[in-house]
């Protein structure tokens, strides 16, 4: 019963979504989230220090990350580039998120010590680094909308790290829009040009 209802709340969802996008495109009166296709897509296969002078850069409007976390960055690129390319190196590696988020975390007090690491080097952070890096595997992570989503699905939130468990509710969440052939062709011509990536 519990799995047919949140089947229900993601179906009702993704058609409000639907009627939205086939309607008004990716850009309409409710959302404008073409930009993120955009950043991703001209980011892909960059280098470190080219993702993190490209987010730190990025347009307040976007809202991807806070101004002191993109002040942060954008000072730790002139100050030391190799240990903040380090930091942010260590996301990349075959570890599970969670060990990897641990380090980068843990090495970024050497970087922009032990207050502010806490403050700049949070899952928003992580997760808009990574997705820049490979947006076929991750997606840009906003926690007030994980919580939004967790809230309507009626889904118990996470004690630790939630970007993970986030990223298991797109991947389910994709995979019914990935049924509906209009949307995607209409997602995808909207997208033209730009990385494709369910998430």
Known sequence: MVSAIKEFLIKTLITKY?????????????TNEKYKWELVS?????????????????????????????????????????KIINCFERLLQDKPFEERFKEFKEYGKSVFGANNAQKILN?????????????????????DLYKLTIKYLGIQSVNNLSYPHYLDI???????????????????????GLVWSDL
């Open 123 to 143: 899952e928003r952070t992580a997760a808009l680094f990574l997705a820049c890096f490979d947006p076929e595997t991750y997606a840009i992570y906003k926690p």
């Open 18 to 30: 639907r009627n939205r996008v086939i309607n008004q495109g990716l850009n309409n009166e409710f």
């Open 170 to 192: 797109l991947k389910e969440i994709a995979n019914h829009i990935n049924k509906d052939k209009e949307l995607i062709e209409k997602l995808r011509s909207e997208t033209s």
């Open 42 to 82: 001209s980011l892909k296969g960059k280098n470190v220090k080219s993702i993190l002078k490209a987010i730190s850069n990025a347009d307040n409007s976007m809202n991807l990350l806070t101004w002191r976390t993109k002040d942060s960055i954008r000072e730790e690129l002139k100050n030391q580039p190799d």
